[in-house]
């Protein structure tokens, strides 16, 4: 089963465990939109870049906190999807020439922060519900997939319960570190580290 480190970050992806209320959690700014809201920003934030296993995703903002740009590891296209309120409800990239391709699509509480997100490529797709802190980051998901592909054999289903802790936190109130577990053994643990640049 593959995971798409990113976009379960886009979701991805992806809260505290502890009370997110040390004083390094003491931000400079309450600034955000709803574009920083959608990877879990607050602040004049420049550049979002994401650092995994497979590689790394790079966000660019404006002034004003809208997204206006990506790049990956890999260079695939991409292209996004707005709801009348201005929020990212879907993105979509793919592999030039291949079948190969991620999706997702994104569910906004009243508080603008992503509460529901389904992640699909070529082979399998993941759904997650997710409860969400102060700040609107995960503190734990209810999560399903389904493994394989229409005419396949056997297609799988699996399910569990998802956590999420952010050991590292900057001074803006962001967080830098996230360790993403689960108790079930069809879920890959992983690790997301975050750089943020921001604007002077």
């Known amino acids: 089963m593959k995971h798409n480190l990113f976009l379960s970050l886009l979701a991805v992806s992806i809260a505290c465990i502890m009370p997110c209320e040390s004083a390094s959690a003491q931000v400079k700014s309450s600034f955000t939109s709803p574009d920083l809201k959608w990877q879990q920003l ?9 650092i995994g296993e497979y590689g790394y995703a790079v966000y660019n903002f ?13 260079g695939y296209p991409y292209k996004i999807k707005r ?17 190969f391709y991620n999706d997702a699509e994104y569910v906004y509480n009243n508080d603008g922060y992503i509460y529901r997100e389904t992640t699909a490529s070529e082979a399998d797709e993941d759904v997650y519900v997710y409860v969400l802190n102060k700040q609107g980051w995960p503190v734990s998901a209810s999560w399903k997939c389904e493994d394989g592909e229409m005419g396949d054999e056997e297609v799988y289903h699996h399910k569990g319960t998802v ?6 936190i900057d001074d803006h109130g962001n967080w830098l570190r996230c360790d993403v577990k689960s108790t079930s053994p069809y879920f890959r643990n992983y690790t997301e580290t975050r750089k943020i640049t921001y604007w002077e």
């Open 163 to 168: 956590t999420y802790s952010y050991p590292n």
């Open 62 to 74: 404006d002034r004003q906190g809208n997204f206006i740009s990506y790049h990956d590891s890999f």
């Open 42 to 50: 607050q602040g004049h934030v420049k550049q979002l870049k994401i």
């Open 83 to 99: 709801n009348k309120k201005g929020q990212i409800v879907e993105w979509h990239q793919w592999m030039d020439e291949t079948d």
